[in-house]
């Protein structure tokens, strides 16, 4: 990108000689891109003639063919009888189930590591130091490895670990109680989902009311009323109930409640602690971009520590924050890619396997591309949004 | 988190005691116990490092097994679930470092890693950043390639494929970084060029590549590209790789390098301009030796990232450092053993990465002081 300039010179006319510089710009500007379509199209026509002789066709007529590849942990109804445009569908929610999940719990651990390191406790912000470099310099992979070996490691499900009652960790992956969802809960989560949104626009206008007047009102009581109380009482009128169950042993497997899958909760281990270290550098550095004077101002009020941290810091830390923790969303999202090391069915795994099966080298990564392309597209404008959101409004 | 602070020698209101007089007493103080909740983090710390350090001890080094005799793992069997089986180091430690490498020609692997490390520990220093140190770099990498190869007297031909462990992983990310880098520099150019035909290929390239994950630009090179080689062509599988590793840090470099192109004012160009110097001649004397020395700390970091993620070689089954590690516990006897050899790999990997970031810490501090 080029910075605007208050005045342009006056353009060159162009004349036909290479002493002239629009002249000699549009000659090296056809000479790149005739490069350029060359090689293209050398490479396209002998991408045609291998795939020929091959007999292998081009083009995504296979996605409605049958994919007879058996995918164990999905979210969606799948059965190896089903085409490989369902496949890639379940693949791209597998992807994202461990993107978006992998996304927020980094942010979380990785603010909490990053304000950690600028505690005034020695031992603490030491901790946070050695969490942060050990983590950083190790492969992601490595990582996932060693993650998914430990998992293996664990007890077989007869000797699972039960920390609460209802929970088992073995090397089965996690078990945990379910609750059965079906058209009665999803009104009361629509509720609650609903009032949390009433909420917070109730809670924005309240603040602005207090701008003008000066007068601090509370807020939490309507939090309580939207999020909790109106659920529950569309919960009791329409008599939903809301049964547990409970995951039970038979034989050599659990039976109920809802399994995370080793590959899955190694992958999301590996992702989290991966990227917090680096998001937790993102925080600091943001942190310490706030001048000191903000701080000394807000304690010279007699405003507690904490407080300052919340209100005054990290809203400004936040403009500074915003930009490369995009970028570190987008690395996560990458690099849970890395599931088809230990045969967790994302994306590129399953494409992988398309490709083995039918040959479709061209048409599987395309695809694989296409989604990363539209989820890094996706991401980035949510996080520029946002940033424009809490931009700096100058008068 | 109610103890976050910007500095820990804030001065206290309190009254001096004996314990402020006690230098010791007084930085357990200020640093440990510095209010209640200070203190109840520094006990809740205290309990769980000592229980995490006692258990790692117990595992680690008072119950873990050192050596066996030959293969024969039982002591690490008897002692499964106590203790670490460091045995499986000393049994597996040249395959790790080097693979399939013939055994009695190891040495050449080895010494190769050595020139590596001094060409890095060469180019961190700021006496040799002068137009020589390309002609270093090409004169080292040679001799790399020459060692690595063979094939002149006294050394024989060893080929790639039987390459594997450390030199590989140095190879791909060093041959990475070397053409990568100039790759970036064009494009960077490219990307700030007034061209619009230039200007549009090379955002293309850019945002193509890293808007996806290296992984599947090892699928392409290892699937797609024979596709796209005429008939007889083919290309060795490393060498496929490391170009897919090229572009990939060719794009990211490229995204640095503008970085610090931005940071010219314009005046610089005006002044070169107005000089008399041509487009080539602007840059490579006044706007890229500016820029560059501009972006050196996020270079160390884009060259660290780099050197983890040509780990990722593994999915395509290339006999990089951590490949070689996996499949040196393969074998039955050692397979129970693979956390071992993941922390012995994963120490090798961190005091790599470590270096550099210290590198870059201290360039970041002596930029900072404007040197």
């Known amino acids: ?291 000191r004077g903000q701080w000394d101002a807000a304690l010279a009020l007699g405003l507690r520590r904490s407080f300052v941290l919340q209100k005054i810091v990290l809203p400004q830390a936040l403009r500074v924050i915003i930009p490369p923790m995009t970028s570190q969303y987008l690395n996560l999202t990458k690099n849970s890619s890395l599931a088809v090391a230990i045969g967790y069915q994302d994306i590129v795994s399953i494409a992988n396997t398309t490709l083995n099966q039918t040959g479709q080298a061209i048409e599987a990564i395309a695809l694989i591309m296409a989604v990363f392309l539209t989820i890094s597209l996706g991401i980035s404008l949510i996080m520029n949004w946002y940033n424009a959101h809490i931009a700096l409004v100058e008068r | 988190m109610a103890t976050a602070t910007q500095d820990t020698s804030r001065p206290t209101s309190r009254p001096r005691s004996a314990f402020d007089a006690n230098p010791v007493t007084h930085w357990l103080r200020a640093n440990l116990f510095s209010s209640i909740t200070s203190s109840i983090i520094t006990l809740l710390l205290i309990a769980l490092l000592a229980r995490m350090i006692i258990s790692f001890v117990h595992w680690g080094i008072w119950d873990a097994v050192w050596t066996v005799p030959g293969n024969d793992t039982s002591a690490c069997r008897a002692a499964r679930g106590l203790g670490a089986c460091w045995a499986v180091i000393p049994e597996k430690y040249r395959f790790i470092l080097f693979g399939t490498y013939p055994y009695d020609q190891q040495w050449r692997p080895a010494l190769a890693t050595l020139l590596f490390i001094a060409l890095f520990y060469a180019s961190c220093l700021r006496r040799f950043w002068r137009r020589e140190l390309v002609l270093i770099w090409a004169v080292m990498l040679s001799l790399i390639g020459l060692l690595m190869w063979g094939g002149a007297p006294g050394l024989p031909f060893v080929s790639q494929e039987r390459w594997g462990g450390l030199p590989v992983t140095l190879i791909l990310a060093t041959f990475g970084l070397a053409f990568g880098f100039p790759l970036g520099i064009f494009v960077a150019l490219g990307r700030r060029s007034k061209l619009p035909a230039i200007r549009s290929l090379c955002v293309v390239y850019v945002e193509l590549i890293r808007g996806v994950p290296l992984i599947s630009l090892l699928f392409m090179a290892s699937v797609m590209f024979p596709l796209f080689m005429p008939d007889g062509v083919n290309i060795d599988k490393l060498l496929r790789a490391q170009i897919a590793v090229v572009l990939y840090a060719g794009a990211y470099l490229a995204e640095v390098v503008r970085g610090g192109l931005q940071a010219i004012p314009r005046g610089q160009h005006e002044a070169a301009d107005a000089l008399g110097l041509s487009y080539w001649q602007n840059n490579r004397l006044i706007i890229l030796p500016q820029a560059i020395r501009h972006v050196i700390p996020p270079l160390v970091n884009t060259f660290i990232a780099f050197f983890k993620d040509t780990s990722l070689v593994l999915i395509i089954g290339i006999f990089d450092l951590l490949t070689t590690a996996k499949t040196a516990i393969i074998d039955p006897a050692w397979q129970a053993y693979s956390v071992e050899v993941y922390i012995f790999v994963a120490l090798i990997y961190f005091a790599f990465c470590f270096a550099m970031s210290r590198y870059s810490r201290h360039l970041e501090l002596q930029g900072k002081r404007g040197a």
């Open chain 1, 1 to 291: 990108m080029t910075t605007p300039t208050p005045k342009r010179p006056p353009r060159q006319r162009m004349s036909l000689s290479l002493r002239n510089d629009r002249f000699r710009g549009l000659l090296w500007q056809i000479a790149v891109v005739a490069i350029a379509v060359a090689l293209v199209a050398w490479l396209w026509s002998n991408a045609v003639h291998n795939l020929s002789a091959r007999r292998i066709s081009t083009g995504f007529a296979f996605l409605g063919r049958e994919a007879g590849m058996p995918i164990v942990d999905t979210w969606l109804a799948y059965s190896p009888k089903d085409t490989y445009l369902r496949a890639f569908i379940v693949g791209i929610v597998n992807t994202l189930r461990v993107a978006v999940i992998g996304i927020v719990l980094a942010t979380i651990i990785g603010t909490l590591v990053g304000i950690a390191r600028l505690s005034s406790n020695w031992l603490l912000s030491r901790l946070a130091a050695v969490y942060v470099e050990v983590l950083r310099d190790v492969p992601p992979l490595l990582q996932l490895l060693f993650w998914y070996v430990l998992m293996q490691g664990l007890p077989p499900a007869r000797g699972a670990w039960r920390p609460i009652d209802g929970v088992f960790l073995s090397n089965r992956g996690l078990v945990v109680p379910s609750i059965t969802l079906d058209g009665g809960q999803f009104w009361v989560i629509g509720t609650a989902v609903l009032g949390f949104i009433i909420f917070y626009s109730l809670r924005r206008r309240l603040i602005t009311l207090q701008i003008q007047d000066g007068r601090t009102r509370r807020i939490w009581p309507y939090g309580l009323l939207l999020v909790i109380a109106l659920p529950a009482l569309v919960s009791w009128v329409l008599g939903v109930s809301w049964t547990v169950t409970m995951p039970e042993l038979r034989g050599f497997n659990f039976v109920g409640g809802w399994t995370f899958a080793p590959e899955y909760f190694a992958l999301l281990i590996a992702l989290v602690t991966y990227t917090s270290a680096f998001i937790a550098e993102i925080v600091r550095s943001g942190i310490q971009a706030v001048p």
